[in-house]
């Protein structure tokens, strides 16, 4: 899988681990990327850009675990991301030496207000700084990617000489960036042809393009650049990332996928080929979706393309009579390329562990042992509530049993009195880190407030809820309910996520799941002040381009 110069197939470069984790309250733990990069690989991606390691010991850790666990022979490319800055490059690489195949992706600017307002050095200086830190980069790793940061409003000249002088100091990979999403299609696909045409070298290096939504543009550039000789594509599952997001890797593969016969013949093939333009395995593009956004706590919207709850979903009588004639007349996809199935009731009351584990492989999920027991138990307890148990059904619980935050404080009891004649009361019983279990009780606007109210009482922590969101993840009132919520603390967002038949439970659940991230982040930062304090400074240039 690993990724080779190509003209005929397009590279899936994916960087949901580095820019997709920028978006607010995204952040994950270690643990939490190396189960999506092992998702990743299943997925097909060619490149996992799996972070920005000179900016925090956490980010080099987990591209090291990553480049240690993902990165073997026939994977794909494990990427780290570097400004062009000789500690952040030796950083890089560092962490990337356990991969089979590495790459190092640098970057610095190149439009006149980026040079001017945030490096505050001139484009002489740019052009001899760019291919230094590529010969640099080139000393640890043979594949080395290069993006000068806002190519979308540089000035084409100077870009034409920076990447000459880049590609003669040895990239492998030329990354045009939207940084601020501004160009339309006809602007990036322009940008990327007069690259081909006016950079000398161009032929020793793919072309890659990066892009971000800000006009809800990102996909269309892409499919445009490809048709003007872009070979790569920096996107990320859901479009998740910095601001309104990247391109969505999900909407770019499908779109390649069901329009093949159109971009044939840009990519040199003939126009009734069926062979893929990429490598992914569509049928692991759902799985993806719901991991990241249910590890991220970012919720899919219903009618978000390729992914979303309504994507396969008929209201109009005339489309649904259409559909029952022949699918074709209104879905230009089959549900199951993505990997939705119709399967139903999969599992019972009486189903075995065997049977359980077999239905998780199917499913695309492979847990240890203790993983797999502990989501056992929660299938068993959801069986003596729903007589149907549906392939989303295990999703949500094995979901949520894989990205469970550390087990500081944990929920023993959760109690409360409503109505709309009475004051909403609730109360809980909470094991305490040191192993006390403290009760409390509070009133509130509804139960979900008492019931969080009561839990701050007794975890002592300040924090501020800034966002609640519940959704079903299957019809009927024995539905499982999924709570997602944020919490703001010292100008950080932590995440919390719970699945339960009983929302006020799982309510409670994800509640106490951000607060367990919020506590851990306060006593590693009791522990390690200086660490902390070194990461943060590390981190003052954002990682974006």
Excluded: W
């Excluded at 840009?266 to 799985?287: C, M, Q, W």
């Excluded at 922590?461 to 966002?467: A, K, M, S, T």
């Amino acid at each position: 899988m690993n990724s080779q110069p190509s003209q005929d197939r397009i590279i899936i470069f994916d960087t949901t681990l580095r820019d997709g984790e920028q978006s607010p309250g995204a952040t994950l733990n270690v643990d939490e990327k190396l189960t999506i990069a092992r998702q990743l690989a299943r997925l097909g991606v060619d490149v996992i850009e799996a972070g920005f390691p000179f900016s925090s010991p956490g980010d080099f850790e987990a591209v090291q675990k990553i480049a240690e666990a993902i990165g073997v022979e026939g994977g794909p490319t494990i990427c780290g991301l570097a400004r062009a800055a000789r500690k952040d490059i030796e950083a890089a690489a560092a962490a990337l030496k356990p991969a089979a195949h590495a790459r190092i992706h640098t970057f610095i600017a190149t439009s006149d207000i980026h040079l001017e307002y945030k490096l505050k050095k001139t484009r002489q200086e740019v052009l001899e700084i760019a291919p230094e830190m590529v010969a640099h980069a080139k000393s640890f790793v043979q594949d080395v990617e290069f993006s000068p940061e806002d190519a979308g409003r540089s000035d084409p000249e100077f870009l034409y000489q920076v990447l000459e002088r880049v590609i003669d100091a040895g990239a492998t990979t030329i990354n045009i960036p939207d940084t601020v999403g501004y160009t339309t299609p006809s602007e990036f696909g322009a940008l990327i042809g007069g690259i081909k045409k006016n950079v000398p070298n161009i032929d020793r290096a793919i072309i890659s393009v990066h892009g971000h939504n800000d006009l809800g543009l990102a996909v269309a550039n892409f499919l445009e650049a490809i048709k003007n000789g872009a070979r790569q594509l920096e996107c990320t599952i859901n479009g998740i990332g910095e601001r309104a997001g990247n391109a969505a890797l999900e909407e770019l593969v499908m779109a390649l996928h069901v329009r093949r016969q159109y971009f044939n013949p840009f990519l040199g093939r003939p126009v009734e080929s069926e062979a893929p333009l990429t490598n992914i395995d569509t049928r692991h593009i759902y799985k993806t979706s719901r991991l990241v956004s249910n590890l991220t706590g970012m919720l899919v919207q219903p009618n978000k393309a390729i992914v979303g709850a309504n994507a396969f979903a008929h209201e109009s009588g005339i489309h649904q009579d259409g559909v029952l004639k022949n699918k074709r007349t209104y879905e230009i996809m089959d549900a199951q390329s993505i990997g939705l199935t119709d399967n139903q009731i999969v599992l019972g009351k009486l189903s075995g562990r065997n049977a359980f584990r077999s239905r998780l492989k199917e499913l695309g999920f492979d847990l240890s042992e203790q993983d797999l027991n502990k989501a056992f138990v929660r299938f068993k307890e959801l069986a003596d509530k729903k007589k149907e148990i549906t392939d989303r059904d295990l999703e949500a619980i094995v979901n949520d049993e894989i990205q469970q935050a550390p087990d500081l404080f944990k929920l023993e009891l959760v109690q409360v009195s409503c109505g709309d004649h009475a004051c909403p009361t609730a109360t809980v019983t909470l094991r305490t880190p040191d192993g006390n279990e403290l009760t409390d009780a509070a009133t509130g606007t509804g139960p979900v407030d008492a019931v969080y109210k009561a839990i701050n009482r007794v975890v002592n922590v300040p924090n501020q809820l800034i966002e609640f969101a519940v959704q079903s993840v299957t019809a009927g009132i024995d539905a499982i309910g999924e709570v997602t919520i944020r919490l703001r603390y010292d100008d950080r967002i932590f995440a919390g996520h719970s699945a339960n038949t009983d929302i006020i439970v799982a309510s409670a659940q994800a509640y106490i799941n951000a607060l367990n991230r919020l506590y851990a982040f306060i006593q590693q930062r009791e522990q390690n002040p200086v660490k902390m304090v070194q990461a943060q400074a590390s981190a003052t240039v954002p990682a974006e381009h």
